[in-house]
């Protein structure tokens, strides 16, 4: 039986804002972010590490926060969905692209694939479609058959890159 | 008094009504995390519960010890039979008229059933009382093939039915036996069997599997003592039903019962039903005084909490030597799981199975479904498709293969010669239904054309003859698949829920200003409700999309729906939406024909408002109706501008599709290859086509799911060996193949908007579609049926049975 450890203080910074709390040991980094900091936009779809609904930005990797406990990401930065909107407040090119394009419909797994995707145009700004499928692979969606999200995924890259979206030829 | 600066197109377009490819409303807060799902509520003070469950498949529990848990820190209840029985909720009545254990009583009957349920002040804490609780289990021998449930000397499962010859559905005939259904003629059908030059005889099995949405299933229940109200908050496709039905087992009023489903992601079937921790937390809440969440992780999701398919289809066709269709007798054995909690309608104890005979115009035909009862977990809903019609179609489109086989005809001509054919419409079909509009030939020579389909079945032919003379390990499959659906439960005539009849509802009000709200009594999970129901209203009252605001999901606001699934919220509640927006719509017509001064007949409608007949200039548009309704209405006339519609529809809709897919498949490894797939939809009126696409891809993602891996998996013993993402096959964006969508319209003849429903269709059509591809592929090796899931192992598999492999 296990009993209830001593609390730990963590800190660290999400969506840009220094935060801090109590938690136990065994505390997933994902309830903390959903329970304690009442960021609910990351969901938890497995608890197994395979769905990657729980998707979060930790210095600069995407990670499956509900296989992370609070305790280890003491001092990171950490981005989840709710900080993905540009800084005005309006969509990014990804939000916007995965509106534009139905790259989403129950809206579950959305921010887990969107935090992803920020992070595979970082590691990759032009992305071909097998690698975009290859990238994001980590998360699953049971809606969409996953075509609407590398639209929506091309879309992005192609505003940020300043150019024309064209839809390739089937 | 329009804007007339505006052309007739600007006008339409400023609607974005139907046949627009609006984009979705409710993308805005899903892109944004701002999405308010079960688990995102949280009410101050609220505990978590968590459930005991029972490691074995069938065992007798002789203790629960719930001592230890009790001391564990923030533990604050652990509810087990005996505290339910207390208040007479230990057992609880299923959809299909059986009664199901909410929790273990005296015995378990499936793996992880539910035996006890832990209340503490956190997820954690509930998690360690669960671990703490003791149970004492006494096993007993196990029943998991559905072919021996009905040995005489099989184990005898539910001791509870002891000595009941009857059930809910007829007589029973064992003691694991639920129910025998039949329809159908079945002197007609034997003789039409004894007079044929032709038969075919397989048994088709459609295995167990599990719908398994990425938001679980969920709630949080909060008693309000002094109110003696009850709010639940729930992942509920049918919330109305979910209110009824509490009231109905809690003894609470209904009025004093509050339902709210918030967004849900995805339902696919699985939120349908009432499960058990809906019913704990309830009690738990009403024990404690305080809110309780129940949220289960995926492994109870995929364990216990419902399932769907598991029919074993015995099919018989008897056909002329030309390839024409005379009779169809069908058996299922229906594998149930411990308790019968179908979700069904409750007069259909097999779904609308007798959909069977597709397609196609059979004289005769006689359908004959045993349910028995296994230990494997209650369920049995609709996994994205109207009930039990996946199967039906899954069973006559594979059949229909063999028999093309058998007569060594190509399954597109053999299925081409045996179409109802368009002027046979309304068609009575042999086993009951009458189906409402459908143009079969056409849709299937468009996908024919397509694709190229007789060039690739030269392909086809040389790729053969090169296997043959040893040049490729490849073998490729062209398979083609044909189905008409049956959705839109339904007709009150013969569909209801615990006797409710099927109807739907939509109440529209419109506010001064010209824009308005439409409540309705579905419920979407990610269909975009929020977007298409005010592409109706826009059309059919000229008030633009962007004005109107949909709500769903709250029992206090909402009319009274049967919700969403079933592919019945477009057939049933968008007829609702149509007939409300008129019923204003002939009010503003009124108020119109006062303010312009004519009679009402010297109106006519043009986009957004009333013009006078002859008299272009003379117009009212809906935007000033909406103001004089209010504030200026005709004399007698009561102010307001508002409507709800309550709509029973006089008939099912029959949306239909033409799917082609080309495989590859290694015969030495089993791993195949999606060429391509193709998928013409004919669901009738399209109101939103971007939306349709979507639904589309994702319903054959699902169906390729289905069809190449995805299984509810059982050992003898009764473990689940497929109880999470590791083992369940969920494809990846890697996996799913490209999907190219076509479509013709031929609208519904009774549906105010003549649309029917497309949701589901992809998963129906889909799954044979992928299996007539793999079993095509290895039809020249010898066989005639693979069963699924055909996975690369069980490709392996048969390639290896068949003497491809050394």
């Known amino acids: ?170 | 008094m329009n804007d007339m600066t505006l052309t007739r197109e600007q006008r339409e377009a400023k609607l974005e009504g139907m046949g627009c490819k609006r984009k979705r409303v409710e993308d805005i807060r899903f892109t944004q995390g701002k999405g308010n799902y079960v688990d995102d509520v949280k009410l101050p003070g609220m505990l978590h519960g968590d459930f005991v469950r029972s490691p074995h498949a069938h065992a007798r529990v002789t203790s629960i010890n719930t001592e230890k848990a009790l001391k564990v820190p923030g533990v604050l209840a652990v509810i087990t039979a005996e505290t339910l029985k207390t208040v007479n909720l230990a057992w609880m009545p299923t959809l299909a008229g059986d009664v199901q254990m909410v929790l273990a009583d005296g015995k378990v009957l499936f793996q992880n059933q539910e035996v006890a349920f832990v209340v503490a002040t956190d997820r954690y804490a509930a998690d360690d009382g669960v671990n703490a609780v003791e149970v004492e289990y006494e096993e007993l021998p196990v029943l998991i093939d559905p072919f021996k449930a009905l040995d005489p000397d099989a184990p005898v499962l539910r001791e509870d039915l002891a000595g009941k010859t009857t059930g809910a559905h007829g007589p029973r005939k064992h003691h694991n036996h639920i129910f025998e259904w039949t329809v159908g003629d079945k002197d007609l059908t034997d003789a039409a069997f004894r007079k044929a030059e032709v038969t075919i005889k397989e048994m088709i099995s459609y295995h167990r599997t599990h719908p398994s949405p990425l938001e679980t299933c969920q709630c949080l229940c909060s008693f309000d003592k002094v109110k003696g109200e009850l709010t639940i908050y729930g992942t509920f496709q049918a919330p109305h039903v979910i209110r009824t039905v509490v009231a109905l087992i809690a003894k609470i009023p209904e009025h004093k019962i509050h339902v709210i489903a918030p967004d849900i992601g995805g339902g696919f079937g699985n939120k349908v039903g009432a499960y058990p921790g809906y019913i704990c937390a309830a009690v738990a809440s009403i024990v404690t005084g305080k809110p309780v969440k129940w949220v289960e992780d995926r492994i109870e999701n995929l364990t216990a909490t419902s399932f769907a398919r598991d029919y074993h289809m015995t099919t018989e066709i008897a056909a002329s030597k030309e390839g024409k269709v005379t009779g169809l007798r069908v058996h299922v054995l229906a594998d149930h799981g411990a308790f019968d909690a179908c979700a069904d309608p409750s007069k259909w104890p097999a779904g609308f199975f007798n959909i069977v005979t597709g397609s196609y115009d059979f004289p005769v035909a006689h359908l004959a479904v045993d349910g028995i009862y296994t230990n494997k977990a209650p369920g049995g809903v609709a996994y994205r498709c109207s009930f039990r019609v996946t199967e039906a179609a899954y069973c006559i489109e594979r059949a229909m293969d063999i028999l093309a086989q058998k007569l060594g005809m190509d399954p597109a001509e053999l299925r081409l010669r045996n179409f109802i054919r368009p002027e046979q419409f309304p068609y009575n079909s042999a086993l009951g239904w009458e189906y409402d509009s459908g143009d079969y030939a056409t849709a299937m020579r468009k996908a024919m054309e397509t694709v190229k389909y007789a060039e690739l079945r030269k392909e086809q032919a040389s790729k053969r003859e090169a296997f043959k003379r040893g040049e490729t390990r490849e073998i490729m499959g062209l398979g083609v698949s044909f189905f008409t659906e049956i959705v839109g439960a339904g007709p009150s005539k013969n569909c209801d829920i615990l006797g409710i009849a099927m109807f739907d509802s939509c109440e529209i009000r419109l506010h001064p200003t010209g824009a308005g709200i439409a409540r309705m009594g579905t419920k979407s999970q990610g269909q975009g409700h929020e977007t298409t129901w005010a592409q109706i209203i826009a059309t059919e009252i000229g008030i633009p999309a962007d004005n109107i605001m949909v709500e769903e999901g709250n029992t206090d606001t909402a009319p009274y729906g049967l919700g969403t699934y079933g592919s019945r919220s477009t057939p049933v509640a968008g007829a609702a939406i149509a007939m409300a927006a008129r019923k204003i719509k002939a009010k503003a017509q009124m108020i119109a024909a006062y303010k312009l001064e004519v009679h009402e007949d010297d109106l006519e409608w043009d986009i957004d408002g009333f013009r006078v007949k002859g008299l272009p200039e003379k117009f009212l548009g809906m935007k000033d109706i909406c103001w004089i309704a209010y504030n200026s209405p005709p004399p007698g006339m009561e102010p307001g501008l508002e409507a709800v519609s309550y709509y029973d529809p006089p008939n099912m809709t029959y949306p239909f599709g033409a799917y082609i897919c080309v495989m590859d498949i290694d015969v030495d490894t089993g791993v195949y290859k999606v060429r391509r797939f193709y998928a013409l939809d004919d669901c009738g009126t399209r109101i939103n086509p971007m939306i349709i696409e979507g639904q589309v891809h994702g319903g054959l993602t699902e169906a390729f799911a289905i069809a190449m891996g995805q299984e509810i998996h059982y050992d003898e013993s009764g473990n689940v060996t497929t109880g999470s993402f590791m083992d369940f096959f969920i494809p990846t964006a890697v996996e799913t193949p490209k999907w190219e969508t076509d479509y013709t319209v031929t609208p519904s003849p009774h549906h105010p908007i003549g649309a029917k429903g497309v949701g589901e269709s992809p998963n129906v059509g889909g799954v044979p579609c992928f299996s007539n591809a793999v079993n095509d592929a290895f039809s020249f090796l010898g066989s005639t049926h693979i069963q699924m899931p055909h996975d690369y192992w069980r490709n392996w598999k048969a390639a290896k049975q068949l003497g491809a492999v050394g």
Do not use: W
């Open chain 1, 1 to 170: 039986m296990a009993t209830q450890a001593k609390k730990t203080q963590v800190s660290m910074k999400v969506n840009g804002a220094e935060v801090d709390g109590l938690v136990e040991p065994r505390t997933l980094l994902v309830h903390f972010i959903r329970e304690n900091l009442a960021l609910t936009g990351t969901h938890i779809g497995c608890e197994t590490t395979h769905c990657g609904a729980c998707t979060v930005d930790l210095d600069g990797m995407s990670v499956k926060s509900c296989t992370v406990f609070a305790v280890q990401a003491d001092g990171a930065d950490i981005t989840t969905i709710e900080g993905m909107a540009n800084a005005d407040g309006t969509l990014s090119a990804l939000q916007e692209g995965f509106r534009q394009m139905h790259g989403l419909q129950c809206g579950f797994c959305t921010p887990g694939m969107i935090v992803r995707a920020h992070r595979l145009l970082r590691e990759n700004p032009n992305p071909t479609e097998e690698e975009i499928r290859f990238g994001i692979a980590g998360n699953l969606c049971r809606c969409t058959g996953y075509q609407n999200i590398v639209r929506a995924i091309q879309y992005a890259a192609a505003k940020i890159n300043g150019v024309e979206f064209k839809e390739a030829a089937e």
